[in-house]
């Protein structure tokens, strides 16, 4: 081979896809905080008592090449239901559950692959004047399975893998509520710290399979922003509410995706896949709107754009009080 075969044929063998797809599920970790973040802040607290909701929810990303791991893109769907309360003293507290289901490509490595997520999510906020704080824990369990082409020259080779995930985050928010009437301004920061573990497992399928070591990867988000809510009067006395976000958000701590692969019983080496951007923009914008005395309904539009990342996000959902 020449330089440039040799290459895409180390490129190929690698299966740097399987520390991308850690990327991802790191990413779509900001989903879960962003349905949790809504229900923090949009739930009315004059409406005592226990209220349940139900949502679905849709999520694409992007992940830019950054010069050694290619571009990865992957989609995501899902449905989440939860019940929240408020009580006597102005506190929520919620929890909620669904599943979702992800599908990853990686071009120019000619691999892909699916994810099936089962999450869990607890979180609580309070309101004391004009000052707001919100915390929340989430846990997701995925299965995911893979197929790779390892194919040059002469070689020519299907791969496949499975193996389970789990990611867990903890996440906090402290905000500042400037009234102007009964709309206001909202400068807010976000802490979060999400751990995403993979097992070990093997490819099936040729020679050039891989057995990939377990691997943990740690990140920490910081955000800083200004929020803002509105209310419009609709016809008959109706109102809806909208709410705007628009941030920034740092990341720190293990954002290169690192795995360790070997080749059957031989030495192992370390691939990295596409990694966490460390700076990006976010914005959201929400809404709900009262449908009858004990439903309403509300929907959600999110993202994250930077360099080399652009993540949009689609929440709709219903609420019910009891």
Do not use: C
Not at 55 to 74: F, I, K, P, V, W
Not at 132 to 142: L, N, P, R
């Amino acid at each position: 081979m020449d330089e440039d075969e040799a290459r895409k044929a180390f490129d190929a063998l690698s299966g740097e896809g399987h520390g991308s797809i850690r990327t991802a599920l790191i990413e779509q970790a900001q989903d879960v905080r962003t349905l949790a973040g809504q229900r923090a802040r949009l739930i009315d607290r004059s409406e005592r008592g226990v209220q349940f909701w139900g949502a679905a929810r849709g999520q694409r990303g992007e992940h830019a090449t950054d010069g050694n791991a290619a571009s990865l893109d992957y989609e995501s769907v899902g449905g989440w239901i939860g019940v929240d309360a408020v009580t006597a003293s102005s506190l929520t507290f919620g929890i909620a559950g669904g599943s979702d289901r992800a599908d990853y490509r990686i071009g120019d490595r000619a691999t892909s692959g699916t994810g099936d997520s089962y999450g869990l999510s607890v979180y609580g906020s309070g309101l004391w004047g004009g000052f707001g704080v919100s915390v929340g824990a989430a846990g997701s369990w995925e299965e995911i399975k893979t197929r790779r082409s390892a194919a040059f020259q002469d070689f020519a080779e299907q791969l496949q893998g499975q193996y389970d995930a789990r990611t867990t985050q903890y996440f906090a928010e402290a905000r500042y509520r400037l009234s102007l009437g009964e709309n206001y301004v909202e400068p807010f920061a976000t802490i979060a710290r999400v751990q995403s573990k993979t097992d070990a497992f093997g490819e099936w399928g040729g020679s050039a399979a891989l057995n990939v070591d377990s691997s943990t990867q740690e990140v920490s988000f910081l955000t800083l922003g200004v929020g803002g809510q509105r209310v419009v009067e609709l016809r008959d006395g109706a109102r809806a509410v909208l709410e705007g976000r628009l941030g920034w958000r740092g990341a720190s701590g293990d954002l290169d995706s690192v795995n360790n692969h070997q080749f059957g019983v031989g030495r192992e080496f370390a691939v990295l896949g596409t990694g966490i951007e460390d700076s990006v923009l976010v914005a959201e914008i929400n809404g709900t709107a009262r449908l009858t005395s004990r439903a309403s309904a509300f929907a959600g539009w999110s993202a994250q754009v930077g360099d080399r990342l652009e993540t949009h996000g689609l929440t709709a959902g219903i609420r019910f009080q009891f």
